[in-house]
């Protein structure tokens, strides 16, 4: 169960009769709190009688938040990764294939590209192929995001920013963490536009914790939750804070009530756009921590979800399950019994998988109130069984040896695989599934709205953190992969100011890490880096805000079409496709052009590198262009304040049913 009969009665014993300073409604205030009596908050007065049990009862629809099991498909159900991608993501590139290369086509036209033949570099054997990748950094990641999307989305006209149509152009997109709450809400919505999300579907403005700002509607919040979660719990599965936290996200992101308890992210398949090849395919990240470890090693392997498969390409598993039928364990590839699990991949719950960090911060709080703090660990525990910052999911890689490597299956002969949030491993920018050679993707937009110290803003470390994952010595290598662009460090990023503007890395095919002097399918992509950037808006809002006014997520929106079009500039358009076509016309032997060389001098990184002992350069940039100061507020839930509401939630609800 999700409240315990036993932790209903501690909860009971530490706070009759204790006042909490609380910050749910509309402002600070003293709440008396007696769980064995009525309660009184904020003007409301709350009985425990069967009117109000009633009108909870009446929320629950017959979707159902529970797997449930299936005949197996086959014996085996493993896929070998060596073979490529899967049946179903190619037919997916194959009728996507068309349709970038119009987008492309308009695009480059738009560029005014001079000594170019385009149609020598687009063709369905080998254009130019493009991946978008979303960091992570929770609702600041999401927003940010949200801004580069409807910056680069044709639907708002050809001509609407300097990058319009690069959305349509583009094989892939990514998202870990805060990026995965984007790429996994436009995905699940029929890959709706910006607008038409934000204004009838995002409920930012509104508290992921305490959403509705009404203490009646607040305990039907949650006693739906505690309802779904019971549901998984009876049909016999563990449950855990991730869990908690999908559901309450899917309620913010998914345009369904109660925000699809019922809807798995290998139902995108089955919407329109997928079917028709109309946008990227989506990939969402997480990390593998292994058993017994607190920290995530940056060679952990790395996992990915898609609409039609679950796994990793890393050495130690490079195998992958369909999608559909996560939640089944196995061993060594083979089923168990006769019986799969279906409906285990809950979109929720893969994006709450990536985005773990925010279930760390709750575990690992310490509360000055030792009441509250207590109580909070009992909670916990009441939840899951895995009192920990992890997914736990059914094992599909026990007794697992991949065939084509010597590398560790650390999940080898345990029950449960834990995986955490995709940017645990400091690879904050989810490039890593666009640089396997089975993709052939040829140029990343690599977009970083990560908060480094000290003042949140990128500092470029998540490139620097992916290059050294490539460059660790042979014997700790877990991954065959194509190889990066050189990348330099921190201080360099900064002292230069290539976290401050867009800047390109490996601009120069054979000048990368794969160390070739041919250029082929498996050179490593150009990668382009869009830094968060203040031009109209000061978007470094902290990762921890869990509730955002309207009025801020339209600046940080403008603000990031802004920053991502270089204010609409037209010399960007150009340098961007130059970007887009480099591998092309380097497989094909073709010259760059004087045009596009220019571009290079100057958006590339030239390769120079400033000392870091020699550099005491403190980030701190200011706002560039038609500065707004905003007087909306966002509302950051400190771990103290979600410590003492979720406490007076555990009470009241364990009390009334």
Known sequence: MFFSTSFAQKVAAALAGVTLTTHLVGGVSAVPIDVLNEEVYEGFEIERDSELITSLTKRHTDASYAPRFVDCPSDYMLRDATLGVSDGEKAFLDKRTPVINEAMNTFLKRANLKDLNISEVITDEDGPRLGIAFSGGGFRAMINGAGVVKAMDSRYGSNYTSVSGLLQSAMYVTGLSGGSWLVGSISINNFSNITFLKDNVWDLSDGIFFPKSNFVKDLIYYHDLKHEIDEKADAGFNTSITDVWGRALSRHLIDAERGGPNITFSSIRNQSWFQNGEFPYPIIVADSRYPDEKLVAMNSTIYEFSPYEFGSWDNAIKSFLPMEYLGTALHNGSKTSSRCVRQFDNAGFVMGTSSTLFNAALLRYEGSNSTISNLFKDFLEDLSEHYDDIAAYPNPYQYYKSNHSNATNYFYDTKYLNLVDGGEDNQNIPIWPLLHPQRYVDTVFAVDSSANKPYAWPNGSSLVNTYKRMVETPSQRNFDVRGFPYI????????????????FFGCDGRNTTLNSSVVNNKTPPLVVYLPNAPWTFDSNISTFDLSIDDDDVDDIIKNSVINVSQ???????????????QRSLERKNMSTTSQCKQCFSDYCWNGTVVSSKDTTI?????LRANAVTSTASTTVFSAQVMYAAMAIVASIISTIF
């Not at 330099?488 to 800047?503: I, K, M, Q, Y």
């Not at 403190?618 to 200011?622: A, L, Q, R």
């Open 488 to 503: 330099p460090d921190e201080a360099t990023f900064v002292s230069l100011g290539l976290n401050s503007r867009p800047t």
């Open 567 to 581: 204010n609409n500039s037209e010399t960007f358009t150009t340098c961007i496709a130059c970007a887009l076509i």
């Open 618 to 622: 403190v980030y701190n940039p200011t």
